[in-house]
């Protein structure tokens, strides 16, 4: 059994900072790439930023220079590092990371609960 468990959500005002964090617990063999979604009311979710193992990421446009994203592979934690945030940034942000448990050789992706971000104008 493998769990993501998120927090540091909240509300703050435009201009604001917020830190995600996310840890995965359970039976992991492997933890590969780790990333942060993130849906808006009547959208779709959209992948936000992710993370290789050796620490290569990757971000959607309209966070760049604003977002960053990291993680602790002794800890299998990941971080999203949220400034300057605006109002279009409010959302359900979600962890995601694809993990091979033990006893198997098998990658599957996993979620985590989510964690409400609301940035106020």
């Known amino acids: 059994q493998v769990r993501l468990v998120e927090s540091g959500g909240g509300l703050v005002q435009a201009g604001g900072s917020l830190r995600l964090s996310c840890s995965a617990s359970?039976?992991?063999?492997?933890?590969?790439?780790m990333g942060w979604y993130r849906q808006a009311p009547g959208k779709q979710r959209e992948l936000v930023a992710s993370?290789?193992?050796?620490?290569?990421?990757t971000y959607t446009d309209s966070v760049k220079g604003r977002f960053t994203i990291s993680r602790d592979n002794a800890q299998n934690t990941v971080y999203l590092q949220m400034n300057s945030l605006k109002p279009e940034d409010t959302a359900v942000y979600y962890c995601?990371?694809?993990?091979?448990?033990?006893?198997?050789?098998?990658?599957?992706?996993?979620w985590g609960q989510g964690t409400q971000v609301t940035v106020s104008s």
């Open positions: 993370i290789t193992t050796r620490g290569n990421s």
């Open positions: 995601n990371a694809e993990i091979r448990v033990l006893s198997s050789y098998v990658l599957n992706t996993y």
């Open positions: 359970g039976s992991i063999g492997r933890l590969n790439t």
